[in-house]
């Protein structure tokens, strides 16, 4: 029992010292950025490389690209609240580029059967990288609106939130893994179309 308790106490001490060292980025001490690469970096390498079967270097680049994103995200005032540990918020960032390296490794070989293509043929990541521009952002926040569900909800928990497409399909209620990616694909034609001036 004093166990348990101590383990929820050191998970709320965590919490409460990651939301004074997110309010210190906020105010401008940037320079503690490198305090939260240190002490998050060997954990998520040792993460990436059992769990996600990435080589030590892609593991280390794609975690120091997350920690970069997360502190623009700050400096660009997309972030504002902090609503989960920031471990938690680099390893989704990270696991996300990890997993859009070994695409690229992979565009050879159809990882689909089921549905006759490969993921790494239908990501379009220009959609992604335009949320940098705070005026394409804009277009593509309208398009999104406009856009209707369940594209809305499907877009947003693949690109937004980082869902896994296993996800993507539990939550959405789709029949499989192909379907999801099938439905996906036409998704990001209709936003494409939406996008287009």
């Not at 980025?25 to 079967?53: N, P, S």
């Not at 937004?160 to 034609?189: F, Q, W």
């Amino acid at each position: 029992m004093v166990e348990h308790t101590l383990t929820q106490y050191q998970a709320m001490q965590m919490l409460l010292e990651d939301a004074d060292l997110f309010d210190a980025l906020k105010d401008g001490r940037y320079e503690l950025i490198d305090q939260v690469y240190l002490q998050h970096r060997e954990a998520f390498i040792t993460y990436a490389q059992r769990q996600l079967h990435a080589t030590e270097e892609d593991a280390t680049d794609c975690f120091q690209d997350a920690v970069i994103a997360f502190y623009k995200n700050i400096v660009g005032g997309r972030l504002v609240e902090l609503t989960c540990s920031i471990r938690t918020y680099l390893f989704s960032i990270g696991k996300r580029l990890v997993y859009r390296r070994n695409h690229q490794r992979q565009r050879e070989q159809p990882t689909d059967h089921e549905a006759g293509i490969n993921p790494a043929d239908e990501l379009d990541w220009s959609l992604i990288d335009r949320f940098e521009n705070e005026h394409q952002r804009t277009i593509l926040q309208q398009a999104m609106a406009k856009l209707g569900e369940p594209c809305r909800e499907l877009l947003t928990l693949y690109y937004y939130h980082h869902y896994p497409i296993e996800s993507v399909m539990n939550a959405l209620d789709l029949p499989s893994a192909g379907a999801t990616r099938i439905k996906k694909m036409r998704c990001l034609k209709e936003l494409k179309k939406l996008v287009k001036p």
